[in-house]
């Protein structure tokens, strides 16, 4: 993944600079998985990933209430509104995304621990962005009420 990320763009947010590197996930991601983590799919850090925040899973988050939208930046999304790459609505849906992703994570790895399973091997982000895309793909008459934010750029 390093070798990658010399190249991807870096918002600035409140001063912070944000980066994220969907694509150059996704290749980990999709190498890791096609190879089932053996060879030269094997990453040690694979749970260092996160999901890929893009368009789809912050709105199967929202349907499933896993996160919620203020009503100005629901009105927006409503609207149809274009943000640009690296706008502050654009930023914050992503990054909400990966931190409502890592926590639902954490507690699924919690639960299973209270059960007496260590599932930290297989449990990850990764895995958990391939669920909710499939759950968007299979349940996308059900979500069509939740909009989903638009952006055109190449980072998609």
Not at 97 to 111: D, G, N, P, R, T
Not at 124 to 134: E, F, I, P, S
Request: charged share 30%.
């Amino acid at each position: 993944l390093m070798l990658l990320l010399f190249n991807y763009s870096v918002y600035q947010v409140a001063k912070k600079k944000v980066s994220f590197y969907k694509r150059a996930q996704i290749l980990v991601a999709d190498t890791w998985s096609v190879l089932e983590g053996k060879g030269d799919g094997s990453f040690d850090d694979i749970s260092r990933l996160t999901i890929f925040a893009d368009y789809r899973i912050p709105q199967v988050l929202v349907h499933l209430k896993a996160m919620k939208y203020s009503e100005k930046l629901m009105k927006k999304l409503r609207e149809g509104t274009l943000f640009q790459s690296g706008d502050k609505e654009e930023v914050e849906i992503r990054g909400c995304s990966i931190w409502c992703c890592a926590l639902i994570c954490k507690h699924l790895q919690e639960l299973y621990q209270k059960k007496g399973q260590d599932m930290h091997e297989k449990i990850n982000a990764v895995l958990l962005d391939y669920y909710l895309w499939d759950y968007a793909r299979d349940h996308r008459a059900e979500m069509k009420d939740i909009p989903f934010h638009r952006v055109r750029c190449i980072y998609y």
